[in-house]
């Protein structure tokens, strides 16, 4: 399995999952769950990172980068996918132009991971994505219509 899984999804919706968390929820029943820095790239401009979150800029109302994750993201394909070898830093490119770049920051901890029926990776801190498939049970985020659920 590689992350290239990805290529050709629609991004359906993007939520917290528990607190610090981004989940982007793609078609097929794809979740990509991240923990780290993540920013938004329009037109090679850095449009909002994950800690704009609740920042007012001096603008009427503090920014929500869920709702504007989602308002940019929601209803577009995934046309490439890169993984930093290094460091594994998960780049996205939809189309329409806009990138989700996923920057992992820590070299201990598991940053960002895609889960989907029958799949699980990871990207293990410090660098390198490690495909645990076959070793675990997986099981995406449980949902209602209501929004996400803590319950697994």
Known sequence: ???ELLIGKTCTR?????????TFEFESGM????????RIIIDERLVRTSL???QQFGLPAPIDVFAEAASLLNGHRVET???REETADLI????????LEVLSNSSGYEPWNLNAPGVLLIEMGGGGVSDMSAACNVNPPATSPDGPSMVD
């Open 52 to 54: 704009d979150h609740g």
């Open 1 to 3: 399995m590689s992350i």
């Open 81 to 83: 996918v890169r993984v």
């Open 31 to 38: 979740f990509l769950n991240v923990d780290c820095l993540r």
């Open 14 to 22: 993007v939520f917290e999952h528990y607190p610090q968390n981004f």
């Open 92 to 99: 996205l490119q939809f189309e329409g132009g806009s990138v």
